[in-house]
């Protein structure tokens, strides 16, 4: 009789190999490529505001052509990876807003920057799900949340990134040279990719017809080839078939629901800060690269709230830590908005609580849909639940634009942050943690 080697539990069983550790870091990269190209049309805006003789609030249907595209991106060209691959997908989405992004520098007018945002961000939509999807494919079960708040930190780290880059380059060369970078760095990175990210493992184990590069990859992993009469198989129904109706069976309804909501929710104040925070601040009086700053300041508090949230949802527990994040936002935004006159030390510590609050909570939303879905539609679920997401990263740039355009107090904005962020915590609250996927197991006991 044939040996069946289970690989999810070779994954759980053994230590992190280097192909493991060289994979979270790779997909991480990818979501900091994608970080520094969201954030840094942001902390451009108030340069080429200036440079075109723009009103305060006219980048609002840019940034949404941006988010549409995101949205567009996650629901239908992300979900194809769970029938042809992760690397595939990631690899052709990293050279598409790669490309985009730099032909960016060509746009002369609010009319052709539009479409440009719109195209970028179909690259970067297919990018994030499956980046977040093949780092948990690859973590062990008792490390799997901490390594996908980890890679989902990228994020972050590149909204830091690109705003020191925008406070330093913008006064100097211009702020043309934030495009250049946005661009050639998915470039680079999609080369990568191709040479050195692994398939998923569980997803090529599922695939009966991609049983070669299985084998592959498993002696990748552990340094010992599968004997010729071994079997690899994983616990998960057969990939390559899934559809948005499967994120419905099986029980798997209420909880896909509430997961919509916490992202949209989630995603709206996510985008209005990631948007409009850099012109909020310059217009309270903080000049653009003070504003840059302090707008990294923000994410860096959200980096702090994405790992300090990783640990701690692996011990603790998921539903505690989320609620308590998304409580820590609604407090952040009351007092940002409501406090005219802080002090600069004051401002930068609101700031940070905000954002470890903003930030963290998303980052852990991500997590627990990664593990609430199956593999063989983990993509499917996490590009749709990041799909509705996108279109509260819509309405929340739209909103703020509107009310930045008129009010008297600029910080004013972000009162609309507060109702989202305690929806977001009532959703978190109410998830169902009986999902039939072998990933939500430990989630059962919160």
């Known amino acids: 009789m044939a040996q069946t080697i289970n690989v999810a539990d070779v994954i759980d069983g053994r230590p992190v190999s280097a192909l493991q550790v060289r994979t979270f870091l790779l997909c ?25 003789g723009l009103a305060r609030g006219a980048f609002g249907p840019t940034f949404s052509a941006g988010l549409l595209g ?30 985009c992004t730099l032909a960016t520098l060509t746009a002369g007018s609010l009319a052709t920057l539009l479409p440009l945002r719109l195209l970028t961000g179909l690259g ?9 999807a093949l780092a948990s494919e690859y973590a062990p079960k008792r490390w799997r949340a901490t390594t996908v708040m980890f890679v989902a930190s990228g994020l972050s780290v590149g909204s830091v990134v690109a705003g020191i880059a925008a406070s330093r380059l913008i006064p100097t060369v211009g702020w043309p040279a934030i495009f250049v970078i946005g661009g050639v760095l998915p470039l680079l990175l999609a080369a990568a990719l191709g040479r050195w990210l692994p398939e998923s493992l569980r997803f090529l184990a599922a695939l009966h017809e991609r049983e070669a590069d299985a084998r592959r990859w498993f002696a990748a992993l552990t340094g010992t080839p599968v004997a010729a009469d071994a079997r690899l198989v994983a616990d998960d129904a057969e990939a390559g078939k899934a559809t948005v109706v499967d994120l419905f069976r099986e029980r798997r309804a209420r909880s896909t629901v509430l997961l919509w909501i916490a992202f949209f929710m989630s995603l709206l104040n996510v985008y209005l800060t990631v948007n409009w925070l850099p012109t909020s601040l310059n217009a309270s009086g903080f000049s653009v690269s003070d504003a840059a700053l302090l707008t990294s300041i923000y994410h860096s508090g959200g980096v702090a709230g994405i790992y300090a949230l990783g640990l701690l ?18 407090a952040g935004f009351y007092t940002f908005a409501t ?74 904005a972000y009162l609309v942050c507060i109702a989202p962020a305690l929806v977001g915590a009532a959703c978190v609250a109410l998830l169902s943690w009986r999902a039939p996927a072998p990933e939500a197991q430990p989630l059962r006991a919160q």
């Open 28 to 52: 991480a990269a990818v979501l900091f490529a994608d970080g520094f190209d969201v954030q840094g049309i942001t902390y451009v805006a108030p340069a080429i505001s200036q440079d075109w």
């Open 124 to 132: 970067l939509g297919a990018a994030i799900p499956n980046a977040i």
């Open 70 to 99: 995101v949205l567009l991106g996650a629901i239908f060209i992300a979900p194809l990876a769970d029938r042809i691959g992760r690397r595939r997908i990631m690899t052709a989405a990293c050279v598409a807003f790669g490309l």
């Open 339 to 412: 406090m005219p006159h802080l002090s600069r030390g004051v401002m930068t510590a609101v700031l940070i609580a905000t954002g470890f609050g903003v930030v963290g909570a998303q980052g852990g939303i991500n997590t627990i849909a990664s593990m609430f879905y199956p593999v063989a539609m983990r993509s499917t679920g996490l590009g749709w639940a990041l799909g509705v997401g996108r279109v509260g990263s819509i309405v929340g740039p739209t909103i703020g634009g509107l009310i930045l355009a008129g009010a008297a107090n600029p910080r004013s």
């Open 313 to 330: 949802m692996d011990r603790v527990g998921a539903r505690p830590m989320l609620v308590a994040a998304f409580v820590l936002a609604a």
